[in-house]
């Protein structure tokens, strides 16, 4: 499967996907990016239900999820998961604008791969964004060197 995998990005406002979207086309990266607007689209993505159920048949390289979501919130898709055999270890990134303790705690007790603070400043996180999408472009090569 030499595919390259696609970037999954749960995030309800338009404005703050648009922003993820343009870091990580600035960063050079080939993925495609499919952009959600809640859990529940996330979820219908990766079980291919609803509009996504001809997707593809391949697991993104990483999921951008943001917390704070209308109908089921970003803690409940990496609950959901986590606890799930086939989604277990799927790449999961919160970006949030959340900067409470508990919701921080709450991520990485549910096994969460990175927690990215939504900065105010625009450069900020472009750069945060940039970085992760080069660092799961990168790790998501092949040992033999396929993408």
């Known amino acids: 499967m030499s595919a390259i995998r696609t970037i999954l990005l749960a995030e309800d406002s338009p404005a703050d996907a648009e922003m993820a979207i343009d ?7 080939a993925n495609p990016i499919v952009h959600v607007e809640d859990g529940v689209e996330a979820m219908e993505y990766l079980e291919r239900k609803g ?3 001809d997707r593809p ?13 209308p109908r089921m919130d970003g803690l409940e898709v990496l609950q959901r998961l986590r606890s799930s055999e086939q989604y277990r270890r ?11 303790e508990s919701d921080l705690a709450r991520s990485w007790d549910l096994g969460v791969n990175a927690y990215v603070v ?3 400043d625009v ?5 945060a964004v940039k970085t992760l999408g080069k660092f799961w472009a990168v790790i998501n090569t092949t040992a033999n060197g396929e993408g």
Do not use: H, T, W, Y
Not at 23 to 29: C, G, H, K, P, Q
Not at 123 to 127: L, W
């Open 23 to 29: 870091a990580l086309r600035e960063a050079n990266l």
């Open 51 to 53: 509009r996504f159920a």
């Open 57 to 69: 048949d391949e697991e993104p390289a990483v999921l951008l999820l943001d917390i704070k979501m």
């Open 90 to 100: 799927l790449p999961v990134v919160i970006l949030s604008s959340s900067r409470e």
């Open 118 to 120: 939504k900065p105010v």
């Open 123 to 127: 450069d900020q996180f472009f750069g």
